[in-house]
């Protein structure tokens, strides 16, 4: 966080506009901030509720396509998988992302 407390700074600085052009890859027209908010948030507690169920629904938002697939990506990166990723494979990603 910067000094006033709202914006972070250093590595996370860049993470805010990551996730939304993660979200928004491949759709058009730019979906409206709140819609991108509502469908990540439903995405996270999706894949904090149980890996069984999450399964399930990561494939049916897979099927559907566009932002709800985009979502549940992050999401399943974010939560589920988080542990499970090696710090190689993290490493990779975020010069990908920063590319």
């Known amino acids: 966080m910067d000094e006033d407390g709202l914006k972070p700074s250093g590595e996370d600085s860049d993470r805010p506009a990551?996730?939304?052009?993660?979200?928004?890859?491949?759709?058009?027209?730019?979906?409206?901030?709140?819609?991108?908010?509502?469908?990540?948030?439903?995405?996270?507690?999706?894949?904090?509720?149980?890996?069984?169920?999450?399964?399930?629904?990561?494939?049916?938002?897979?099927?559907?396509?566009?932002?709800?697939?985009?979502?549940?990506?992050v999401a399943a990166m974010d939560t589920v998988l988080r542990d499970q990723i090696t710090p190689a494979h993290r490493l990779s990603t975020e010069a990908a992302l920063s590319a």
């Open 18 to 73: 990551a996730i939304t052009a993660v979200l928004c890859a491949g759709v058009t027209p730019r979906p409206p901030t709140w819609l991108q908010v509502e469908l990540l948030a439903a995405a996270r507690r999706a894949a904090d509720a149980d890996l069984a169920g999450f399964e399930g629904w990561l494939a049916e938002q897979r099927r559907l396509g566009g932002i709800r697939e985009n979502a549940a990506v």
